[in-house]
């Protein structure tokens, strides 16, 4: 399928893109502004209505399209559009604004619309898949820290003697995180992959720091099946470990909650702050790389329909996620 017209994003930069060429070309023919806001709003009336039964027929017809060959898409947009400008311009005869109904001409504009709509979808669709490898690069880089394997290794090499055991423990979950790591990743995985994920890098962590490292999980089995981009929710737990764990002599509580409401999916990850975060000197914060990484893997993946925050919640940090299901 070389467009999607169900996306919630795809209609609304559809509407915003017709209603700018509209009042645009409305100047053409308003010499003052209130001809103009009733020129617009004459002219909105039939090519709005035109817009949404585009966008609505191309979502209903969306399996169908698909199995098109390419020509074939973009000759059935341009089709779908020419009758939706005839539709349009229908409404506006009928109720009488028209005294006499340009047919040619509405059909040719929403063949345009609908042609120039495709367009931009298909160069989108085209450009998300290097953006998205740029940033799933960066975000290894910046994840697989050397010193994060140093120290690591060091914890498994100090357990050797004593406790071999848990060491070899320890290094299966590190092998398993690089594995996965460097493995060839489709666009999306699922939330119970991404959980499985973090659990082994915190099984490791937690041999790390003992019990400085406090867990805490809140799983909905019903959110399972929401779709992530790869690789997203490690680097979050990551970073309340490297903030809230790490610079704490008494540690600090970690707690990933997921839930399902309704259509959307909430991840959360939560850490607790050391004190040092109210002394005179702070801790420095961090560049905040990994968390642009996940809003920008978001954004590629669902587009406006992800919501993303982040920020200090009295004495927690907070990461919250909402995608669709």
């Known amino acids: 399928m070389l467009f999607d017209a169900c996306q919630v994003g795809v209609v609304l930069r559809t509407v915003i893109f017709v209603e700018a060429v509209v009042a645009v070309a409305a100047l053409f023919q308003a010499p003052t502004p209130g001809e103009w806001v009733m020129l617009l709003a004459t002219v909105t009336g039939g090519a709005l209505p035109g817009a949404l039964l585009w966008l609505l027929t191309a979502c209903w017809l969306k399996k169908p399209l698909s199995r098109l060959p390419?020509?074939?898409?973009?000759?059935a947009a341009a089709l779908l559009g020419a009758l939706s400008g005839l539709y349009g311009c229908g409404l506006l005869r009928l109720t009488g604004v028209l005294g006499s109904a340009?047919?040619?001409a509405s059909a040719l504009a929403g063949a345009m619309f609908a042609s120039l709509v495709m367009a931009a979808l298909v160069l989108r669709a085209r450009g998300q898949t290097p953006a998205?490898?740029?940033a799933r690069l960066t975000e290894l880089q910046s994840r697989i820290r050397p010193h994060f394997l140093f120290n690591t290794l060091n914890s498994a090499i100090a357990l050797v003697r004593e406790e071999p055991a848990k060491a070899e423990a320890m290094l299966e979950d590190l092998s398993e995180l690089f594995r996965r790591a460097l493995a060839d990743a489709g666009e999306s995985v699922t939330l119970a992959d991404e959980i499985a994920l973090a659990e082994r890098y915190l099984a490791i962590e937690q041999v790390r720091f003992g019990d400085r490292l406090r867990i805490q999980w809140d799983v909905d089995p019903a959110a399972n099946?929401?779709?992530l981009p790869p690789l997203l929710l490690q680097p979050l737990v990551e970073n309340a470990v490297k903030h809230g764990v790490e610079p704490s002599p008494d540690g600090a509580k970690i707690r990933i909650r997921t839930e399902r409401r309704g259509s959307m999916v909430v991840i959360e990850v939560l850490n607790s702050l050391p004190p040092l975060r109210w002394a005179d000197e702070p801790l420095p914060?961090?560049?905040?790389?990994?968390?642009?990484?996940?809003?920008?893997r978001l954004r590629?993946?669902?587009?406006?329909?992800?919501?993303?925050s982040a920020g200090m919640d009295q004495k927690t940090y907070r990461v919250r996620i909402a995608i669709p299901i």
Do not use: E, K, M, S
């Open 132 to 134: 998205a490898t740029t």
């Open 70 to 75: 390419r020509a074939g898409q973009y000759g």
């Open 300 to 308: 590629l993946l669902h587009d406006v329909q992800a919501q993303f």
């Open 225 to 227: 099946g929401a779709r």
């Open 102 to 104: 340009p047919w040619i």
């Open 285 to 296: 914060r961090g560049h905040g790389i990994a968390l642009d990484n996940v809003r920008d």
